[in-house]
């Protein structure tokens, strides 16, 4: 019989192990890739080694490493000396309407500077992001980036809440922080009839109008600048809640929570979601979600969909549920009585 310690101490689990701690190696050779616009440059056709190194303007040194890399990734594929993009890499990494990448992005210029400091925010509980957020919504570079990076993170969740409630006993809908209309835009798609209420800092006004305009929607979404913690939240139907109240405390969670039952008619109905780690059955994206908001925010965590329903049923909420929303996420919705 094998004792426990000698199984684990075999080498496939060591490999195993020492791959899960360079995992910050193969994840900055995408996010570089990314910051260099290599699949973005190959949209328009392979290229060889030396063409890539000249459009990109790189030294040379480790360039055959790091596009070998990205090939045995899946993100490349190569033909004899040429390299072009694989499928996933064209369909999501190519700058244009349909990029996947603004989150990854924006991981690459926030969150993977502000994760070497894990260790120090385990110790002191600070976050160990650098900048400011209204100093950072002065710069339109820095603000689109921030803005492409909550595109990412709410597309992906809209059929999930597209599908979250009967929309048809619903006309309006406000969503609480939702930058430029990404998600308002994405569900006014997919029900024609609703028109929608953007609440978020007024600085992102005009690339809201801007940004529901190209997708179609401009003329049934209205922009409401403001802040959700000193001013009351816009009216609305259905009120959204998004990658909201996981980045605050406690009590301020709560006050939103209750200043959006006071938004909705009787009837009404409030959607939450965010990153919910269920301790009894731990998501690891949903953990990974939580453990940014360790290093990104003063007080922000994800917290378990139990405790999100018992925040709306103490706000006065009815027929509470959840529901997966994929991505580590949770929707949580709940009803105002008639």
Request: aromatic share 8%; net charge negative.
């Amino acid at each position: 019989m094998t004792a426990p310690h000698e199984t684990a101490g075999t080498p496939d689990r060591w490999e195993a192990t020492s791959t899960l701690g360079l995992g910050f190696a193969t994840a900055k050779i995408l996010l570089s890739a990314l910051e260099l616009g290599l699949f973005t440059v190959l949209a328009d056709g392979p290229r060889t080694r030396e063409q890539i190194r000249k459009e990109l303007d790189l030294h040379g040194r480790g360039l055959d490493d790091f596009l070998d890399a990205l090939t045995g990734f899946g993100l490349l594929e190569r033909t004899g000396d040429t390299y072009r993009n694989a499928p996933v890499a064209a369909c999501h990494l190519v700058r244009g309407p349909r990029y996947s990448g603004g989150f990854l992005e924006g991981a690459n210029a926030v969150l993977y500077p502000a994760w070497a400091g894990l260790t120090s925010a385990l110790r002191t509980g600070s976050p160990q992001n650098t900048g400011d957020f209204e100093e950072m919504l002065t710069s339109p570079e820095r603000q689109r980036a921030y803005l492409a990076m909550m595109d990412s993170l709410s597309g992906p969740l809209a059929p999930r809440l597209a599908e979250a409630l009967d929309w048809s006993g619903y006309t309006t809908v406000t969503d609480v922080g939702g930058a430029r209309g990404n998600l308002v835009s994405l569900l006014l798609q997919a029900h024609p009839h609703l028109r929608g209420v953007v609440f978020d800092r007024p600085q992102n006004g005009p690339a809201c109008a801007e940004h529901t305009a190209r997708l179609g929607v401009g003329d049934r979404v209205a922009f409401a600048g403001g802040d959700f913690f000193t001013d009351e939240l816009p009216a609305g139907d259905v009120v959204v809640i998004g990658h909201v109240l996981a980045d605050f405390s406690l009590q301020q969670r709560k006050g939103l929570v209750h200043a959006a039952y006071r938004a909705l008619p009787p009837g009404g109905a409030l959607l939450v979601y965010d990153p919910m780690p269920d301790p009894g059955r731990p998501d690891p994206l949903a953990v990974v979600s939580s453990l940014h908001l360790l290093v990104m925010s003063p007080a922000g965590a994800g917290y378990p969909p139990d405790q999100c329903v018992g925040w709306l049923t103490e706000a006065g909420f009815t027929s509470v549920r959840t529901r997966p929303a994929g991505l580590g996420n949770t929707i949580v919705v709940g009803h105002k009585s008639r």
